[in-house]
């Protein structure tokens, strides 16, 4: 699973638009004409990330690293969840946002746990934790080092090619995280109640991809028509 492309049989990222204040807001950049797609997602069942990175910590002994007893915050939907579209043709090719996103380093987490961008977007690293971590990826769509770099530092990567990078520290082995970089500009992530919505989608045929920690869960046709509204509800 190397690539946006790999795991969707060649299709390429279309369309979607963000109904999370922390996501691209795609609908900004069209001009409101097309369809809408809406839904919810459910999780039914516990994802075990959150505990998993838990159970490392306390072997790790990461009370003594951060000189504190207090517990992480569990990831909010938003953080570990991503909604696109998949079509076989490309959009419009967008300008990156004038505001860099950023995996935010904290508590020996990596925050979000899934970052959604769009090929050519620059992503900042900054270390919020009062120790030292490194950052890197072997993916091919990107590989990078960023070497070791103390609290109050940033350091920042450009993605110029789609595909799934998988980023980790070099010194905390369980710290992962999930960049998606997407053809286009259209995505969303979930609010905190898991409703998401996608405006100003052209007409045509689409696979509708669903992503959720560390993998693709899901994905099924949709016909959008202009001026029309689909509703979707996804689970996991």
């Not at 990175?53 to 953080?79: F, T």
């Not at 919020?128 to 920042?156: A, C, M, Q, T, W």
Request: aromatic share 10%; with cysteine; hydrophobic share 35%.
């Amino acid at each position: 699973m190397k690539s946006v492309h790999h795991i969707c049989a060649g299709f390429v990222v279309a369309a979607l638009c963000a109904g999370d204040p922390h996501s691209v807001n795609a609908q900004d950049q069209s001009n409101g004409a097309g369809g809408t797609i809406s839904g919810r997602i459910a999780v039914s069942r516990n994802d075990g990330l959150f505990e998993e990175i838990m159970r490392e910590q306390e072997r790790n002994r990461y009370s003594d690293h951060v000189h504190s007893d207090a517990r992480p915050e569990p990831y909010q939907l938003s953080e570990k969840a991503v909604v696109y579209l998949i079509s076989g043709s490309k959009g419009a090719k967008t300008p990156p946002p004038s505001t860099n996103p950023r995996i935010n380093q904290k508590d020996l987490m990596f925050r979000p746990l899934v970052l959604p961008i769009t090929a050519g977007t620059t992503v900042d690293f900054p270390n919020n934790d009062d120790v030292f971590h490194n950052v890197f990826s072997y993916s091919s769509p990107k590989e990078f080092d960023l070497g070791r770099y103390p609290i109050g530092k940033s350091k920042k990567v450009t993605f110029e090619r789609p595909g799934v990078v998988s980023v980790y520290c070099d010194i905390h082995a369980y710290m992962y995280a999930t960049i998606l970089v997407l053809e286009n500009p259209w995505f969303a992530t979930p609010d905190k109640n898991g409703g998401y919505v996608i405006r100003g989608v052209p007409e045509g045929e689409y696979e509708l991809a669903f992503w959720y920690g560390k993998k693709l869960v899901s994905s099924r046709g949709v016909t959008v028509k202009a001026g029309q509204s689909t509703h979707i509800d996804l689970e996991y």
